[in-house]
Structure formats: structure tokens, C-alpha cells
């Protein structure tokens, strides 16, 4: 199972653009990157995912670079209510496996 | 639109005691899983399921048995409570096993082992 390195906690003013970086140097061919988003009390949510270049979706973008070694989710200015967990998936095969994932406060 | 349903929400046990989490989709989905999330931690995989009949273990399955009978059902049953079970339960479904099949969560089930 590839690995993921991302930073534990980030703090952000609201209105700014939030990037959180994520290593996978031993991602697999067909492995897709998956970013989820975890609210207090609540389960995981998925937000974006992709396998090369950007992704843009309603909430997110997700920048890969060439050699797919790391990827970056980038949350466009960020409000109190982003306030939560981000995890970086790196799959198939199953079973996905979730480290400890990025804590973002949004401060106002 | 119901999607991944927990049930109970909040339940309380004593060591010893058995119970089962119950977790049920209505989405068709293949793959189904189980995690526990002990505060200020990630997810760990208990078990999980490519589809009825076939269940495989995760990473921490000691003291949890699965089964599954149907597509949409994915009971998880705790033997015999112990307090270091104290955790909050999600079940997950997705479409399949590839990459690009994301997986859906329940809001949990938190369970206090006294």
C-alpha cells in the first residue's frame, strides 16, 4: 500500500487560499489520489480525487505533478466553516488506509 | 437518500457484554467496511467486504466478527466488550474495489465500553 506523508495541523486566516501538500513517493501506476474532508462527529466525506495533472471540482482543486510523487489540495478562501480533517488516500488496492490526517483551524 | 445508515447512534455497554453494530446502504454498493476512530486519530480498518458472502480482515480485527449475507447489510458484532473497544464506529460502501470508486461514510456509532 503506497504511503502518505501529510502535515498534522495548519492554521488559516478566513478569505485565504489554504494548500495542503501530500508525499506519495511510492504510488503505484494505477493508483488515484483521493482527498476526504472530516467535520467533528462526523464521518469522512469525499471531496476530490484524481490520477494526473489538476482536478477542479465546487469545492476544491487538486494539483499532480508529473511524476505523481506528492499532491496538493487547494481550498479557495477558506471560511470558520472548513474548519475540519483532510485526509490523502492513495488506492486501489483495497483496503484504503487513513493516517492521522491534516487538522485546519480557520480562524477569523 | 439515505445512503449509509448506523444504527444505534450512542450506545453504552459493560465489559463482557456482546452487542451488534448494524450499518445498511441502500446504493448497491460492492464494498463495504468497517473502522474505529480513538480521539485525535485517523481511521483504522477492522474489516471489510468485496461483496456477499466475502469478508477479510483489516488491520485491527481481534475482538470483532463481520458477516454478510446480503449486498446491503454489513453487521459488525463485538464478542465480548472490553473498555479498550471505547471508540466511534463508521461503516463505509463504495461501488467497487478500483481507485476511483470513493467511498461513503455513516455518521458513526459511538460506543462506550464501562
Known amino acids: 500500500l503506497a504511503k502518505t506523508t501529510q502535515p498534522i495541523s495548519m492554521d488559516s486566516y478566513e478569505g485565504q487560499e489554504v494548500n495542503i501538500t501530500c508525499s506519495h513517493n511510492n504510488i503505484a501506476t494505477n493508483d488515484y489520489i483521493t482527498w476526504y474532508q472530516q467535520f467533528p462527529s462526523q464521518g469522512p466525506r469525499f471531496i476530490i480525487q484524481?490520477?494526473?495533472t489538476k482536478v477542479t471540482n465546487e469545492v476544491a482543486s487538486l494539483f499532480i505533478p508529473a511524476d505523481r510523487k506528492s499532491s496538493t489540495l487547494s481550498l479557495p478562501r477558506v471560511s470558520l466553516s472548513d474548519t475540519a480533517v483532510y485526509y490523502c488516500?492513495?488506492?486501489?488496492?483495497?483496503?484504503?488506509?487513513f493516517g492521522k490526517g491534516t487538522r485546519l483551524s480557520v480562524i477569523a | 437518500n439515505a445512503g449509509v445508515t448506523q444504527t444505534p447512534k450512542f450506545q453504552v455497554l459493560k465489559t463482557g457484554q456482546s452487542m451488534t453494530l448494524q450499518c445498511a446502504q441502500d446504493m448497491n454498493h460492492e464494498y463495504m467496511s468497517w473502522y474505529r476512530q480513538d480521539p485525535g486519530m485517523g481511521l483504522r480498518l477492522i474489516h471489510y467486504?468485496?461483496?456477499?458472502?466475502?469478508?477479510d480482515q483489516g488491520e485491527v480485527p481481534n475482538g470483532y466478527n463481520v458477516s454478510r449475507s446480503t449486498t446491503e447489510d454489513f453487521p459488525l458484532r463485538l464478542l465480548s466488550a472490553a473498555p479498550s473497544q471505547t471508540s466511534v464506529y463508521f461503516c463505509?460502501?463504495?461501488?467497487?474495489?478500483?481507485?476511483?470508486?470513493?467511498?461513503?461514510f455513516g455518521d458513526g456509532t459511538r460506543l462506550s465500553i464501562l
Open positions: 467486504s468485496v461483496g456477499a458472502g466475502i469478508t
Open positions: 463505509a460502501s463504495s461501488s467497487g474495489t478500483g481507485g476511483n470508486q470513493p467511498q461513503h
Open positions: 484524481g490520477y494526473k
Open positions: 488516500l492513495v488506492g486501489p488496492p483495497t483496503p484504503l488506509v
